[in-house]
């Protein structure tokens, strides 16, 4: 049940905002189809893991031991705490926006990168193959992130493109300055 739930996480965001942008009738521009998809993202890659994850870590650590392939740890349900409130945070991205969206998405993106590199180190040093650490677990902790940080970075650049141009007249204004100019 575990996996299917990671995949859920890694499938559900793109494929619903895609649903959402379709169903509006794709009246975004580049910049709002990015904050659309960054947003189902955040929610649900961070906020819906976070929580269900976090729960079942919190209330059956054993079961989530045993499927990661590790022994059983009070550990297991503190890293419960840490990704219940990470999923809150990322709830409450629906309604606040800005630098929430980023120190939560940067956050949970920094926590599940460095997941991935324990999942894959745990493969080396201990030779542990299990599906919880190196199946859809070990993906999600790696196509979540590089996701969110991949739509930050594009909406980093496109509100700097946007900023550019604003600032900048178009290219063509000078020459009908010139052309304007009398003598």
């Not at 031991?65 to 219940?84: H, Q």
């Not at 594009?154 to 178009?170: D, I, K, T, V």
Request: glycine residues 12%; proline residues 5%.
């Amino acid at each position: 049940m575990f996996a299917v739930g990671h995949v859920l996480f890694m499938v559900l965001p793109p494929l619903l905002a895609f649903g959402h942008w379709r169903w509006r009738g794709q009246g975004r521009d580049r910049a709002g189809v990015v904050e659309l998809f960054l947003l189902y993202f955040i929610v649900i890659g961070v906020g819906c893991q976070g929580i269900l994850v976090g729960l079942n870590q919190i209330f059956n650590p054993a079961e989530v031991a045993d499927y990661v392939g590790w022994p059983e740890s009070p550990f297991i349900s503190e890293l419960g705490y840490m990704n219940l409130i990470f999923g809150l945070l990322a709830v409450g991205c629906i309604w606040v926006r800005g630098s929430w969206w980023l120190a939560t998405g940067l956050g949970y993106s920094a926590f599940l990168l460095l997941a991935a590199f324990g999942h894959i180190r745990d493969v080396i040093e201990e030779g542990n193959f299990s599906i919880g650490n190196v199946g859809p677990t070990l993906w999600a902790d790696i196509v979540i992130p590089v996701a969110i940080l991949a739509l930050f970075y594009y909406q980093h650049h496109l509100s700097r493109a946007g900023a550019l141009h604003a600032e900048q007249p178009p290219a063509t204004a000078g020459l009908a300055a010139q052309v304007a100019k009398p003598g």
